[in-house]
């Protein structure tokens, strides 16, 4: 089983940027080929897919998400990334990966949005 590696979360004020990033430990195989997508979970609310991007680099963006979060891909690095800017506090959540359709989660990092 792939593992997934996120990280680039932390604290930020409103309005800041952050780029988080999806590593992946195998030798890129299988990592490239798929699919990744990029979920939040906020205290108290349900897992919330943002964006997904295909093995060979095409995005789909969430609709809310759309002119603030953009997704992509290093195939040599074996990383996906999710540019994310102009943050609010509501965007507080731990963000993760998941290598689709496979069962490879990321272990989540914490983006914390201060107003």
């Known amino acids: 089983q792939v593992q997934l590696v996120e990280s680039g979360g932390g604290l930020v004020q409103a309005g800041g940027s952050l780029r988080l990033s999806c590593a992946a430990s195998?030798?890129?195989?299988?990592?490239?080929?798929?699919?990744v997508r990029w979920y939040r979970q906020a205290p108290g609310k349900q897992l919330e897919l943002l964006d997904d991007?295909?093995?060979?680099?095409?995005?789909n963006y969430v609709d809310f998400a759309t002119g603030r979060f953009t997704i992509s891909r290093d195939n040599a690095k074996n990383t996906v990334y999710l540019q994310m800017s102009s943050l609010q506090p509501d965007d507080t959540a731990v963000y993760y990966c998941?290598?689709?359709?496979?069962?490879?989660w990321g272990q989540g990092t914490q983006v914390t949005v201060s107003s």
């Open positions: 998941k290598l689709f359709p496979t069962n490879s």
């Open positions: 195998d030798s890129g195989s299988i990592f490239r080929v798929n699919i």
């Open positions: 991007i295909t093995g060979g680099g095409v995005p």
